[in-house]
């Protein structure tokens, strides 16, 4: 059912689509599947070994590594405190470490004793205290310079 007008060929949807109805798109659609299939199982055989193949090992596995990111929690822990002697000083010369060493001892970690040393300094007050009931945020367009200010006249 071919017409021609003024040149161009008309062709029926049957023979434009007869390209894709003799199965080569089914070949490679079951070749997406398969692939599909291969990276799905791939990715699986940690939960496959861990819940049917040996879920005993699976138990021992985790109590290790539970046992290991204990150890290397006190073994940061540990390195966080100060030595002996720095408490010994700090206490015979009635210093401002006290309040450091204080921290240190009560079981705190590295990250949360730096917080409360730099809490009174002047960045450390202006992240942490409230807004006062009456203040307003500063307006989005408020930022100190305008587009009109970059063009010049």
Known sequence: MQEKKQGTAYH???????????????????????IHVVFIGVTSLGYIRDRW??????????IAAEAALKAEQDAARKA???PAAATSV????NA???NAVSTATSGTTAEEKLLEQRKNTPVGKRL?????????????????????DTNVK
């Open 12 to 34: 029926s949807p049957d023979k434009l689509l007869s390209g894709f109805s003799k199965g080569r798109i089914v070949v490679w659609m079951l070749v997406a599947v398969a």
């Open 80 to 82: 966080a405190e100060p």
């Open 96 to 98: 401002p470490l006290t």
């Open 128 to 148: 942490t205290e409230a807004a006062k009931i009456n203040e307003l945020p500063a307006q989005p367009g408020d930022v100190g310079i305008s587009i009109e």
């Open 90 to 93: 700090a206490a015979a010369t």
């Open 53 to 62: 193949v040996d879920p005993d090992g699976a138990k021992l596995r985790k």
